[in-house]
């Protein structure tokens, strides 16, 4: 097969970087066999939707066709499982473009799917008591919390959120700083 037929998936929301890249290449390189073990799967068009850093590194050791036995089409997926496929394969290797997760998939369902995102599991602190007012007095000092977002409409409709709630207490709660 031509590797040429084989085309990267432009949304692969998993990258691997510098040392992973160059294992990757270089296993590949000592131990062709792993490809047969675990092929590039293509949807019917030939876009990889699971080996996308596989394909990319057989093209740095300069291969210009491979075994057919290393590319399995997988054209009789459902659009839910293709998703489903292109996350879970990817679970265990590499680190994730949550820019590109947050576009494409739910949360829950990355959850579901076994993906662990460091930037999601928001950092809770337990207070004793019902109903405990957060004040200066049980929390040392000003809390600060740190927002990022990936675009400027996110960060206005936070923004509007917060001016809500600041109206609603009749006082100053909370403040959103841009580029803070």
């Known amino acids: ?14 990258t691997i970087k510098d040392d992973r890249f160059k294992k990757l290449v270089k296993s590949i390189q000592e131990f062709p066999k792993m490809m047969e073990l675990r092929p590039i799967i293509t949807d019917e068009t030939g876009m990889v939707l699971g080996g996308n850093q596989r394909l990319k590194a057989l093209k740095e050791l300069g291969m210009k066709e491979i075994p057919d036995s290393w590319v399995k089409k997988a054209s009789d ?6 998703a489903r496929f292109i996350i879970v394969d990817n679970v265990e290797v590499g680190d994730w473009d949550e820019g590109l997760l947050s576009e494409d998939y739910s949360l829950e369902d990355l959850q579901d799917w076994g993906v662990e995102l460091e930037s999601y599991e928001p950092e809770t602190q337990e207070y004793e008591g019902k109903n405990t007012e957060l004040t200066d007095d049980n929390l040392s000092g000003e809390m600060k919390i740190v927002l990022k977002f990936s675009d400027e409409e996110r960060y206005w409709l936070v923004k509007e959120a ?13 403040s959103l700083i841009k580029g803070a």
């Open 1 to 14: 097969m031509k590797l040429s037929a084989i085309h990267p998936n432009p949304k692969n929301p998993r």
């Open 77 to 82: 997926l459902t659009e839910e499982e293709r």
């Open 162 to 174: 917060l001016e809500k709630i600041n109206a609603d207490a009749g006082q100053a709660v909370w």
